[in-house]
């Protein structure tokens, strides 16, 4: 704006310019300031129009305020007064009503105390009458605290036959009911009169006695239990043979839950919800005693801690020996192949540690530890409030009663890690021998004219035996439903069968069966190349059993409910990761071992074979051809016949080499190597195309498009048809050389999405390459 500019000063003006200008100024800023003036004049006539309608309106509201102030003395005011009275009144009826209920009711209360008072007295007399003095007692259990210990109670209540105070003589009563009724339940209990020791077992809450009650009927039932469970362990006598044990603890396990099942009710309905925990937690004191008792003479009887000792002392030395390079000779000197009978040198070590008596040992540990898991189970639903939402938030929790008793200490010292110790041994126990006694497919070659003497698929006998195994222990591991078996046992077969498993059948690969030619530029032996495809299989194979394995496993506990299996916290969810990590943790190591081993067949076996393939293929084949050749050809070659010469000299060498390996291969080894073998073939093709530069005439490139086309139809026959992609290249550069040269330009002025939107094909090749393949093509035309 122009204020923000100097503004020439008259007083300081040096010439008559300087004046004239600061009175051009002066004269600019009074105009200006005499045109706003104007303007608020102008806007005046308004401004006065609106303060007299305002002081109009203060007027009219002055005249209301007055007439408020009229409606408030002569009207509201006394309204008040008389509702403030009315009010007051009110309330201090009120408060004389609350007096006289007050009053009315301890008048009752104390009347109802002295009745009661009364009524225990005449019934402890001579009638005896147990129940009406219990519900005497239970009556006056109601009455208010302090009115039972109030001055006006102990006035009123006391007569001359009780004349005690109320507080005084109903707690003498109930301490002589409450030994009379322990006297009566004892006795009851002893006799085995079942409706005596109900009918006193009600008694105890109406006396205030709850504890008392629940401590006596747990002693009762706890009598039973011991009785029942040291009938269970006589019966046999001395013969304690197969599963006895297991089945001593589960009896003992069922005889406690049909207890708490059948007794519950009872208990529940006169002592109110949650009591039947405290009769619980008794009957769990003697479970401790007799299950300890039981698992006691289980370990002693069967010798657990010295097959323990002997199971950590194996030393395992085939398998150890196995993997020293130094053992190569005498592992091939061990072999027996077609006997199934150990080799001589091995019988002290089977001797060592009877594999049967530690399979018995699992399996009877197995059923005790799935037998106490149904029992946590069933009491910590039996323990559990309905108010408590910890089932709905994070499955059942193991009750204290349960995790810190001594027979859960004895289950983790006796059952749980020798379990997990002697299944570990026992797993890996079997791998050895698995391998010990492993014995080829029979009848197995790579003519192809001759049938197999064996049934797909081509494995070695360990993998059966091996599976079968992993099988039985994922299936024993699982049924215990304890999470630090699972914790323990699965990794460890994991660590087996990527360890000692997959170690087993790597070596074999480097040691014994690599196919390697003995001389330089001959082909691998066929025996070496044979059980080279055995282990293949053997690695795809047991990964497939092991996926199936975890697989059912997972179906299994879906359909029983793997949380009702592994109900507390989130012990399921954790089993099932275990799972996972077994299955993806074997199958990572294998399928690198499988293609590795895949590499090495192509490299040593395959592509040797496809080398004189491709050579007799395009035996004397001539793409220079001219139309004047062709024709000659045709009339000395008869003509068509000679047209698909290529394809079949292909497609019957190719057969030869190929179709032997498939017959062994397993599908899915067979797939990935036909992928390998392709693609090599693919790259040969190609740069066979590209030696033909400049010497291939346009007659030519129509023979080889249709050589080409054949050979990728022959190749991939019986294969994925996705493997025809892996020829993309060599099939576009038999396009490109086949080109008319209309349809070349046109090709060559597009780019990017607009040459596969107008040629109809997604090019592996870049112009450069197109141009380089359209060159190969001598005497081609010039645009």
Same mark, same amino acid.
């Given at each position: 704006?122009?204020?923000?500019?100097?503004?020439?000063?008259?007083?300081?003006?040096?010439?008559?310019?300087?004046?004239?200008?600061?009175?051009?100024?002066?004269g600019?800023r009074?105009?200006?300031?005499?045109?706003?003036? @104007?303007?608020?004049?102008?806007?005046?006539r308004?401004?006065?129009? +609106?303060?007299?309608?305002?002081?109009?309106?203060?007027?009219?509201?002055?005249?209301?305020?007055?007439?408020a102030?009229?409606?408030? @003395? +002569? +009207?509201?005011?006394?309204?008040?007064?008389?509702?403030?009275r009315?009010?007051?009144a009110?309330?201090?009826?009120?408060?004389?009503?609350a007096?006289?209920?007050?009053?009315?009711?301890?008048?009752?209360?104390?009347?109802?105390?002295?009745?009661?008072v009364?009524?225990?007295?005449? %019934?402890?007399?001579?009638?005896?009458d147990? $129940?009406?003095?219990?519900?005497?007692l239970?009556?006056?259990g109601?009455v208010?605290?302090?009115?039972?210990?109030?001055?006006?109670?102990?006035?009123?209540?006391?007569?001359?036959?009780?004349?005690?105070?109320?507080?005084?003589?109903?707690?003498?009563a109930?301490?002589?009911?409450?030994?009379?009724?322990?006297?009566e339940?004892?006795?009851?209990?002893r $006799?085995?009169?079942?409706?005596?020791?109900?009918r006193?077992?009600?008694?105890?809450p109406?006396i205030?006695?709850k504890?008392v009650g629940l401590?006596?009927?747990g002693?009762?039932?706890?009598?039973?239990?011991?009785?029942?469970?040291?009938?269970?362990?006589?019966?046999?006598?001395?013969?304690?043979?197969?599963v006895?044990?297991?089945?001593?603890?589960?009896? !003992?396990?069922?005889? =406690?839950?049909?207890?708490?099942d059948?007794?519950?009710p009872?208990?529940?309905?006169?002592?109110?919800?949650?009591?039947?925990?405290k009769?619980?937690e008794?009957?769990?004191?003697e479970? #401790?005693?007799?299950?300890?008792?039981?698992l006691?003479?289980?370990?002693e009887?069967?010798r657990?801690?010295?097959?323990l000792t #002997?199971?950590k002392?194996?030393?395992?030395?085939?398998?150890?020996?196995?993997?020293?390079?130094?053992?190569?000779?005498?592992?091939?000197?061990?072999?027996r192949?077609?006997?199934?009978?150990?080799?001589s &040198?091995?019988t002290?070590?089977? $001797?060592g540690v #009877?594999?049967?008596?530690i399979?018995a040992?699992l399996n009877?540990?197995?059923?005790?530890?799935?037998?106490?898991?149904?029992?946590?189970?069933?009491?910590?639903?039996k323990?559990?409030l309905?108010?408590?939402?910890?089932e709905?938030t994070a499955?059942?929790?193991?009750?204290?009663?349960?995790?810190t008793?001594?027979?859960?200490r004895?289950?983790?010292?006796?059952?749980?890690?020798?379990?997990?110790?002697?299944?570990?041994?026992?797993f890996?126990?079997?791998v050895?021998?698995?391998?010990?006694?492993?014995e080829?497919?029979?009848?197995?070659? !790579?003519?192809?004219?001759?049938?197999?003497g064996?049934?797909?698929?081509?494995?070695?006998?360990?993998?059966?035996d091996?599976?079968?195994?992993?099988?039985?222990v994922?299936?024993?591991?699982l049924?215990?439903?304890q999470r630090?078996i699972?914790?323990?046992?699965l990794?460890?077969?994991?660590?087996?069968?990527?360890?000692d498993f997959?170690?087993m059948?790597?070596?074999?690969?480097?040691?014994?069966?690599?196919?390697?030619?003995?001389?330089?530029?001959?082909?691998?032996? *066929?025996?070496?190349?044979?059980?080279?495809?055995v282990?293949i299989?053997?690695?795809d194979?047991?990964?497939?059993?092991?996926?199936?394995?975890?697989?059912?496993?997972?179906?299994?506990?879906?359909? #029983?409910?793997m949380?009702d299996?592994f109900?507390?916290?989130?012990?399921?969810?954790?089993?099932?990761?275990t799972?996972?990590?077994?299955?993806?943790?074997?199958?990572?190591?294998?399928?690198?071992?499988?293609?590795e081993?895949l590499?090495?067949m192509?490299?040593?076996?395959m592509?040797?074979?496809l080398?004189?393939?491709?050579?007799?293929?395009?035996?004397?084949?001539?793409?220079?051809? +001219?139309?004047?050749?062709?024709?000659?050809?045709?009339?000395?070659d008869g &003509?068509?016949?000679?047209?698909?010469?290529?394809?079949?000299?292909?497609?019957?060498g190719?057969?030869?080499?190929?179709?032997?390996?498939?017959?062994?291969l397993t599908?899915? %080894?067979?797939?990935?190597?036909?992928?390998l073998v392709?693609?090599?073939?693919?790259?040969?093709?190609e740069?066979? =195309?590209?030696?033909?530069?400049?010497?291939?005439?346009?007659?030519g490139?129509?023979?080889?498009?249709?050589?080409?086309? &054949? =050979?990728?139809?022959?190749a991939?026959?019986?294969?994925r048809?996705?493997?025809?992609?892996?020829?993309?290249?060599?099939?576009?550069m038999?396009?490109?050389v086949?080109?008319?040269?209309? *349809?070349?330009?046109?090709?060559?002025?597009?780019?990017?999405?607009?040459?596969?939107r107008?040629?109809?094909?997604?090019?592996? !090749?870049?112009?450069?390459e197109?141009k380089?393949?359209r060159? =190969?093509?001598?005497?081609?035309?010039?645009?």
């Amino acid at each position: 704006m122009e204020s923000n500019v100097s503004q020439p000063d008259v007083y300081s003006a040096s010439s008559v310019q300087e004046i004239k200008a600061s009175l051009n100024d002066l004269g600019k800023r009074d105009a200006v300031i005499t045109a706003r003036l @104007n303007e608020l004049l102008s806007t005046q006539r308004d401004l006065h129009t +609106t303060l007299s309608r305002l002081d109009l309106a203060r007027a009219h509201l002055g005249s209301h305020v007055l007439a408020a102030r009229s409606l408030h @003395n +002569t +009207t509201l005011r006394p309204a008040a007064s008389t509702a403030h009275r009315i009010s007051s009144a009110v309330k201090k009826l009120d408060t004389e009503q609350a007096n006289v209920r007050s009053t009315l009711d301890v008048v009752e209360q104390v009347a109802e105390l002295k009745a009661c008072v009364l009524g225990v007295h005449g %019934s402890m007399g001579a009638p005896q009458d147990w $129940e009406t003095a219990a519900n005497y007692l239970y009556r006056a259990g109601k009455v208010d605290k302090a009115v039972l210990e109030g001055d006006f109670a102990e006035q009123i209540v006391p007569t001359a036959e009780v004349p005690d105070p109320p507080r005084q003589t109903l707690e003498a009563a109930a301490e002589s009911l409450c030994g009379l009724f322990l006297r009566e339940f004892e006795k009851a209990a002893r $006799e085995g009169d079942g409706s005596g020791v109900t009918r006193f077992f009600k008694l105890f809450p109406l006396i205030g006695r709850k504890d008392v009650g629940l401590d006596a009927y747990g002693r009762y039932v706890c009598s039973g239990v011991a009785a029942r469970a040291r009938s269970n362990l006589n019966t046999a006598g001395g013969k304690r043979e197969g599963v006895f044990y297991a089945t001593t603890l589960t009896k !003992l396990f069922e005889h =406690i839950a049909q207890i708490v099942d059948g007794h519950e009710p009872l208990v529940e309905r006169h002592y109110g919800q949650g009591s039947m925990v405290k009769v619980i937690e008794r009957i769990q004191v003697e479970a #401790d005693v007799q299950g300890g008792i039981i698992l006691d003479t289980w370990a002693e009887e069967r010798r657990v801690s010295r097959k323990l000792t #002997d199971v950590k002392s194996y030393p395992f030395n085939f398998l150890v020996q196995s993997f020293l390079p130094s053992q190569k000779s005498n592992l091939s000197s061990t072999s027996r192949s077609g006997s199934p009978a150990p080799a001589s &040198g091995r019988t002290s070590e089977d $001797e060592g540690v #009877d594999m049967k008596e530690i399979d018995a040992l699992l399996n009877e540990s197995g059923i005790m530890l799935s037998r106490w898991s149904f029992y946590t189970r069933f009491i910590a639903s039996k323990s559990t409030l309905p108010s408590d939402d910890s089932e709905i938030t994070a499955g059942l929790a193991v009750p204290t009663f349960i995790a810190t008793s001594t027979l859960q200490r004895k289950i983790s010292d006796l059952l749980i890690d020798p379990f997990n110790t002697m299944s570990t041994f026992f797993f890996r126990r079997s791998v050895e021998k698995a391998f010990q006694l492993d014995e080829p497919p029979p009848g197995l070659h !790579l003519n192809p004219s001759r049938p197999l003497g064996a049934n797909s698929p081509f494995i070695t006998s360990a993998v059966d035996d091996v599976m079968y195994i992993v099988n039985q222990v994922l299936q024993r591991t699982l049924s215990t439903s304890q999470r630090s078996i699972v914790a323990s046992v699965l990794p460890s077969v994991g660590r087996v069968l990527g360890g000692d498993f997959f170690g087993m059948v790597q070596r074999k690969m480097r040691d014994e069966s690599y196919p390697k030619a003995a001389i330089a530029g001959a082909l691998p032996p *066929e025996s070496l190349i044979v059980q080279f495809l055995v282990l293949i299989n053997n690695l795809d194979v047991a990964t497939e059993y092991v996926k199936r394995i975890v697989s059912q496993q997972q179906a299994l506990d879906t359909q #029983d409910g793997m949380s009702d299996r592994f109900p507390f916290g989130h012990e399921a969810a954790f089993v099932e990761r275990t799972l996972r990590n077994l299955d993806q943790g074997f199958e990572a190591k294998t399928s690198e071992l499988v293609n590795e081993a895949l590499e090495v067949m192509v490299k040593q076996v395959m592509r040797p074979r496809l080398r004189p393939v491709l050579g007799e293929t395009f035996q004397d084949v001539d793409y220079s051809v +001219t139309p004047e050749d062709d024709d000659r050809e045709g009339e000395d070659d008869g &003509g068509a016949a000679n047209e698909d010469l290529v394809v079949q000299r292909f497609e019957r060498g190719w057969q030869a080499f190929t179709l032997p390996v498939k017959r062994i291969l397993t599908p899915t %080894s067979w797939d990935k190597l036909l992928t390998l073998v392709v693609t090599h073939l693919a790259r040969v093709l190609e740069k066979r =195309i590209w030696s033909l530069y400049g010497r291939l005439t346009p007659l030519g490139a129509v023979r080889l498009e249709r050589d080409i086309s &054949g =050979i990728v139809s022959a190749a991939c026959r019986g294969g994925r048809y996705d493997l025809r992609e892996v020829f993309g290249r060599c099939v576009q550069m038999c396009l490109v050389v086949n080109m008319e040269e209309d *349809e070349w330009e046109e090709i060559e002025k597009l780019k990017g999405q607009e040459l596969e939107r107008v040629s109809g094909v997604q090019w592996k !090749l870049d112009a450069e390459e197109r141009k380089r393949v359209r060159g =190969i093509v001598k005497d081609t035309p010039s645009t």
